[in-house]
């Protein structure tokens, strides 16, 4: 009797032995798996999620700005959402930009459009920890982390110098901006006039907003070839502005005639040069300003010191250099 007793303690005891062992493994691996689990939801919360917000969604020029932040973005491990109004329009900015702050987004870059109604809002994300870089276009007043972009000012005295070169001091001038409202529009044009003011050859008789698109350009282009017959010259200040000045200029067979210096080397711009329509043209760089700025992102979120401006390369492309190519966005 004793002996089955014996027996029944000793399977008892190794019954419970084995479940207890069985329970503190299981216990072992539930913990384990809850680890992993954690480390994959916080490797997902540091992948940063940072906005760039153009004046124009669907731009030649800022899709190029979109491709290079994006590949900044795959390189630093952040995802970055592109937005911007279907057509340029100041108030919509804003509200995009007020959005991003409200959705508490890990970073904004965005142009400072107009330094006087962008700073509060730029204000607005600094205060709520969400850093804002500028780019393009800066709100040097506001407190923005950092700027990458051309020097605009510096951009537009290049555009008139290589004008009183290709006009041999003697033109009369049509200006037709991207906007009279825009900072970087405005210091494109007090460039150029610092760099003709000298030269009494050089004459602007009128100057015209396009609203960046390319219709109005050549609209406005045909307005001031009707009020001042006498315009031998035309500076386009934003990316679209040259080619609406050439279609006019090519429909009304004046190639021969008429110097046209523009903005940015877009493939049609590119194509225009190579016809002898557009003569010269200020070389920006929206991919560098876009891989740049996310580049710039990642550092500062990281702690680490970023320059408070960086201004990307600016020069003249003329249309003998085209022959030579290397024009690269
Ligand atoms: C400017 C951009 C602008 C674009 C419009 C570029 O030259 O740098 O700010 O949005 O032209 O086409």
Known sequence: MNHYRNVFYAIGISAFTISFFFTLFFAYKAMQFDQIIEKKTKAKKTNAHYVLISEELNNEYWRLVEKGAKAAGRRYHVSIE?????????????????????????????????????????????????????VDTDAAKSKRVSYVGTDNYRSGYLAGKALIAGTNGKAVVGIITGSFEASHQKLRVEGFKDAIKNKPGIKVVDIKASNITKVQAAEKANEIL??????????GTSALDGLGIAQV??????????????????????????????????????????????????EFKKGRHIPSTIHTDTGILYQKDIAKGDVSP
Request: hydrophobic letters at 35%.
């Open 82 to 134: 592109y937005n911007g109004p279907l057509q340029s329009n100041l108030s919509e900015h804003m509200k995009l930009i007020d959005m991003a702050i409200s959705s508490k987004v890990d970073g904004i870059i965005t142009q400072g459009l107009s330094e006087e109604k962008f700073t509060p809002l730029i204000n607005k994300a600094m205060k709520k920890g969400i850093p804002v870089i500028t």
């Open 226 to 235: 009707s009020e001042h017959p006498d315009v031998n010259a035309f500076y």
């Open 249 to 298: 200029i090519k429909r009304q067979g004046h190639e021969k005639k008429i110097y046209i210096i523009s903005f940015d080397t877009l493939p049609e711009t590119l194509q225009l040069m190579k016809q002898g329509i557009i003569q010269a043209t200020v070389v920006q760089k929206p991919y560098k300003i876009g891989y740049e700025s996310v580049k710039l992102m990642h």
